[in-house]
């Protein structure tokens, strides 16, 4: 991305982050508290990086941002539209029907109304049944008189043949004019309950996801910042604006993806364990040509199991601002946390609740606030909470691990400062200049990606023709999205034979990844 000047925002839920980048130099960092209309924060934020910087906002080429506000809306169920769900796969799909296994408060949130219809697909993109139009313009008359705000349309082996999706949208846009629609085929993988939630909580975030955006746009605006923005996305690449308000779910987990990014960039490793130890949490993920490991199975957000991309993720309950307590003899470390009270709770702050924190101040390993504070704590305990933290976090390692083998392991985050000695399963333990703010600058230097997963059969084309077209596809795809053409380079290839189906079907998967052409988008 040459030496341009760019700047990386990651909003959070406690700190908006932000570092100003050239080339791969930081020349300024800021960290200040996240705020409840979130464009406040981030001109508070951006505008620091530029005064502490000495640069100008025109001189900035592009801004990237990272936020969690659509992962913690949906999970605390915040901010949510009424969604009608229509399924097409009667009378193969009426057994089971739309969020059946949602929990209560999400479901109440959410749900409007969900119909089973006449379609879908066989897994070679042969028509079960065909589409009724009468009957979705039908459905889409129901959804407006129960005052729907978005539809999610599934069709069974839709990322097959999304030929049914795109035309029931269609129809269903024709009756209700405006209404906002997601379709699952774009938003996630083989599997149809996963993928219709999937496209459920997409829709449900739609307005939500149009307003972010446009706070966005508004606070660079009203710095003076003309540059183009992207939001990252969960695998470490970017979208642009008018996507995001169209796919929010794609940001889910971008936070951690973010922090993944930064260390590779900060410690110079491709391959390793990754630990970013916030106020609250820590979670751990690996590395791979640069990049996070994918999960290879169905992902969890909220109680509602999904299976669009996400992360190979773990999360703990350690942080900063965990809580050390005795308890039965034992000392223990979270999972409780004073959270973003630490500065008023924490006994180096002058507060009264005994934390992770003070823990390593009263080791003397950390400095933060004031150390005369926790200097009489008792030995005996101190050393048992500081035992305690470097276990779970070796614990945490081990989970993480495909082997037995020691790999390297980088640290990042405010709470980094905790870990003080080396990790059993860890070759080596980084802490990286800069870790504090690694989310931001993970964020700072993504790339573009274009990606395609789908069933194919080999015995229609055979197997080096079917994965040459896929490969050339996710490159278009990359490019499509923003990415010089020259810079595009395929990261994954992953082949799974469905022995359960014939002709030879295998599901292929396959990543491109190119740097960004600036001025491209937004």
Known sequence: MGEVLRIGVDVGGTNTDAVLLRGREVLALHKSPTTADVGSGIVSAIDEVLRRGGVAPGAIAVVMIGTTHFTNA?????????????????????????LVDWPRLLKDAVYGHGVVGAGGFNYDGRPITPLDPAEIRRVAREFRERGIEAVAISSVFAPVNAGQEEEAARLVQEELPGVRVAVSSQIGRIGLIERENAAVMNAALLPMAERVVESFRRALGDLGVRAPFYVSQNDGTLLDPDTVARYPVLTFAS??????????????????????????????????????????????????????RMPDL?????????????????????????????????????????????????????????????????????????????????????????????????????????????????????IPASAGVANAIGAAIAQVSGAVDRVYSYDARGRDATLAEA???????????????????VTEVEELPLAYLPGGAVRVRVKAVGDLVLGSAA
Do not use: W
């Open 314 to 430: 773990l999360s703990i309950g350690l942080g900063g601002g965990s809580l050390v307590v005795v308890e039965d003899g034992r000392v223990r470390v979270g999972p409780r946390s004073v959270g973003y009270r630490i500065t008023s709770e924490a006994l180096v702050f002058g507060g009264t609740q005994l934390t992770a924190t003070d823990v390593a101040v009263a080791a003397g390993y950390a400095d933060i606030g004031d150390r005369d504070r926790v200097a009489g704590l008792d030995r005996r305990l101190v050393a048992a909470a500081v035992d305690e933290i470097h276990r779970l976090a070796e614990d945490a390692l081990d989970r993480m691990k495909t082997n037995a083998t020691d790999v390297p392991l980088v640290l990042v985050g405010g709470g980094s400062v905790l870990i003080d000695r080396d990790l059993k399963g860890a070759s080596r333990v980084e």
């Open 255 to 308: 936070g951690p993806t973010n922090s993944m990014r930064g260390a590779a960039f900060l410690s110079g490793l491709r391959d390793a364990l990754v630990m970013d130890i916030g106020g609250t949490t820590t979670d751990v993920g690996a590395l791979v040509n640069g990049f996070p490991r994918e999960s290879a199975v169905a992902v969890d957000i909220g109680g509602v199991r999904t299976n669009f």
């Open 74 to 98: 949906f999970v605390e169920a915040r901010h949510l539209c009424r969604v009608g769900v229509l399924r097409l796969g009667a009378p193969a799909t009426l057994a089971i029907r739309p």
């Open 471 to 489: 490969r050339d596809e996710a490159v278009r795809n990359a490019v499509a999205a923003g990415a010089a053409p020259a810079s595009v380079g």
